[in-house]
């Protein structure tokens, strides 16, 4: 499997979670309006704020235009897409590169039941098949 950036990419802290959920509900956002809502949880000063949008943008994770003087931020890629390039670097880091492997533990610990495993094996069945026709 080859690697892109996106798998390759440094895991979000928790702060930055909190940020990129602002950006991905509201993509163009400047980092005034992420610092009002983050601070609906968490009380940040503007420039704090900054610094994380910076950060994030130096991960790959957003990206920013300039309108008149102000950084507008976009997402880079889905939340969806997002959440795979991380499990793809949990896939690669701790379960050898299996997927099944990863499944697997997810049932033993009762994350996944075994009764959702067979539901979504039917979803990818499916899908499948879609994509076939």
């Known amino acids: 499997m080859s690697r892109t950036h996106a798998s390759l990419r440094k895991h979000l802290t928790p702060l930055e979670n909190l940020v990129m959920d602002h950006v991905w509900a509201r993509p163009g956002t400047p980092a005034e309006a992420c610092r009002e809502a983050v601070a609906r949880q968490r009380t940040l000063k503007e420039s704090t704020v900054r610094t994380v949008l910076h950060n994030l943008e130096e991960k790959g994770y ?72």
Do not use: M, W
């Not at 795979?84 to 299996?98: D, L, N, P």
């Open 62 to 133: 957003v990206k920013h235009t300039i309108v008149g003087r102000t950084y507008v931020y976009r997402p880079v890629e889905t939340k969806r897409n997002a959440a795979v390039h991380a499990t793809r670097q949990i896939i690669e880091r701790f379960c050898e590169g299996s997927a099944e492997e990863l499944l697997i533990g997810l049932v033993d610990n009762r994350v996944l039941s075994p009764r959702q495993l067979q539901q979504l094996a039917a979803e990818i069945d499916a899908a499948r098949k879609e994509k076939k026709s």
